[in-house]
């Protein structure tokens, strides 16, 4: 349907764009241009000079039914469709009701125009959708990097309600599981503002809150529109927020247990949790949730390695009559800070007879499992010790106990000795090497000395053999301990010389003076320097110093 402007228009219209009841010959006639104008797939509105519509073909009727021939196309309703500056050729998208309409004005023969209509509604709303869905996926690649990188809980907890408020609501908290006391830890944030508050609640407390407990027990969420904001208690919402107007809990899912809830507010007046906001608030949760509960995992197994591995470091040495000790013990695994070398210092009880006992060994392996073997043999000493005390035999009773190991591989080095002051300041190392490399004595004068003792590696063969002898050190003179990971260590100058004794001899040569930690640090250094970084074996080394006399 083509509406036209009454016959008593004005001349213009008529001379201007030749429709008229009779046609000029030069152009087309009404009827063919009504047909033009209706067979347009967009609205069009025909224009003279002042503005008055002539012609309004069906499309734009149904887009603006207001727009009438011989008014004003501005006029009414129809005001925000057609304003005079326009510039032609320039199109504008114009909200109307449910509808988005995207305007042109175009110039039509010498003194008319013509608004051409285009329903952008459907086309709109696919672009909006598009950018939503974009903006929510830039959300969640965001929450993604932010929550993965920590293994803090504290940490990512923060990370999910200041994302929450950036994007989901006007206020989030977490709300931790209880814990101890029966209290909840949680943490908030609101929205322009970058402080962060935390607390602690009882567990009765979080009842309070529609929705809270039945999350922190791990319960599917409660729609929004089924929750009563004005039931939340005066402790989950900040001051100066005012009246919650919509409420939403989610439970952030974990490794089979809950991790926590989010609680998520937004203020009156503010748009209502919908549908595709929940999704998007599940989703999030779950990666909230798993972060947290990573985090928490990470903690307790920290936790538990702390205390599993307490026993397996080193212990402090202590200052002993007459003598010093130092001892420096290198990892191949830094990041577990143990390994399959080890020394130990044991004590006799107090009121028990029996001289201190130092021992070095190495272990079969690497890492986490050599270090337990590592622990086991240790504690196996301990107990050996109740009942004896002489080195070789302490050795040849190890040997046996590793044997009737369930553990594979329990094989064993080892070099005990047995501490006796002697007269004159001098000190007495009763030792026992059992398949290790032999002590090195710094003597006074620089000179070094290998220690001629020998025996079998412990664990391997039925019948440990072990020669035991005894060292005199004179005040000032040193007894070092090593492992092979000293001297074995691969490095130097081209990357692919050997350590070796020698050099360990020629540098411990040059720490006679030094008080024992000096000489273990200064040896520590070049082992360090010789392998450029490259960590190749667990490396252990225990000095024993008579006192310099003063």
Not at 118 to 143: G, I
Not at 200 to 218: F, H, I, M, R, Y
Not at 313 to 334: E, I, K, T, Y
Not at 477 to 487: A, H, M, P, W
Request: with cysteine; net charge neutral; charged share 20%.
């Amino acid at each position: 349907m083509t509406t036209t402007r009454p016959a008593g228009g004005t001349d213009r219209m008529r001379q201007g764009t030749h429709v008229a009841d009779e046609p000029s010959p030069a152009g087309p006639g009404e009827q063919l241009l009504r047909a033009i104008v209706e067979a347009c797939s967009e609205g069009v509105v025909l224009c003279d000079s002042d503005g008055v519509v002539v012609m309004v073909n069906a499309a734009a009727a149904r887009m603006a039914p207001e727009i009438m021939p011989g008014r004003p196309a501005a006029s009414g309703g129809a005001a925000a469709l057609f304003g005079h500056d326009h510039p032609e050729g320039d199109s504008r998208e114009v909200g109307r009701g449910r509808l988005r309409l995207r305007v042109r004005r175009e110039a039509f023969g010498i003194a008319h125009h013509a608004w051409y209509l285009r329903d952008v509604t459907a086309e709109s709303a696919r672009t909006d959708a598009l950018l939503a869905e974009r903006r929510r996926t830039e959300f969640l690649v965001e929450a993604g990097r932010r929550l993965s990188a920590s293994l803090n809980t504290r940490r990512c907890a923060r990370s999910a309600v200041e994302l929450a408020v950036s994007f989901l609501a006007d206020a989030a908290m977490v709300v931790l599981p209880p814990a101890g006391r029966r209290q909840a830890g949680w943490l908030r944030s609101v929205a322009g503002q970058h402080s962060l508050q935390e607390g602690v609640v009882t567990a009765a407390s979080t009842a309070q809150v529609p929705g809270l407990a039945e999350a922190l027990a791990g319960f599917p969420p409660v729609p929004s529109r089924w929750l009563d904001p004005g039931q939340a208690p005066q402790w989950l919402l900040p001051d100066g927020f005012g009246q919650a107007g919509h409420l939403l809990v989610t439970p952030l899912p974990g490794n089979g247990v809950p991790a926590g809830a989010l609680v998520l507010a937004r203020r009156e007046g503010g748009p209502a949790f919908d549908e595709e906001a929940e999704i998007l608030v599940r989703v999030f949760a779950a990666r909230a949730g798993a972060a947290i509960s990573a985090a928490a995992l990470y903690q307790e197994q920290s936790a538990t390695n702390a205390i599993l591995t307490r026993d397996l470091l080193p212990p402090a040495l202590p200052v002993l009559a007459g003598l010093d000790l130092a001892g420096s013990l290198r990892s191949a695994q830094q990041a577990g800070l143990i390994g399959g070398d080890f020394y130990d210092l044991y004590l006799p009880g107090p009121g028990a007879a029996g001289e201190p006992l130092v021992v070095l060994g190495d272990v079969c392996g690497k890492g986490a499992r050599a270090a337990v073997l590592a622990g086991q043999v240790r504690q196996s000493l301990r107990a050996l010790l109740l009942l004896e005390r002489r080195p070789e035999h302490l050795a040849s009773l190890l040997n046996r106990s590793l044997l009737a190991s369930p553990s594979p591989n329990p094989y064993v080095t080892l070099v005990l000795a047995a501490l006796r002051t002697g007269q004159r300041g001098h000190v007495l190392l009763d030792l026992a090497v059992a398949g290790h490399p032999p002590p090195f004595i710094l003597r006074r004068d620089g000179s070094v000395q290998e220690v001629t003792a020998g025996g079998s590696l412990l664990g391997a063969l039925r019948e440990s053999v072990v020669t035991p002898v005894t060292v005199d050190l004179a005040p000032g003179e040193l007894c070092l301990f090593y492992s092979d990971g000293i001297t074995e260590a691969v490095g130097g100058p081209t990357g692919r010389q050997m350590y070796g004794g020698q050099r360990l001899q020629s540098a411990l040569s040059t720490c006679a003076g030094m008080p024992a930690s000096a000489a273990v640090e200064r040896l520590e250094q070049i082992s360090t320097e010789w392998l450029a970084g490259d960590v190749q074996d667990d490396r252990v080394l225990l000095a024993v110093q008579a006192r310099p006399a003063r």
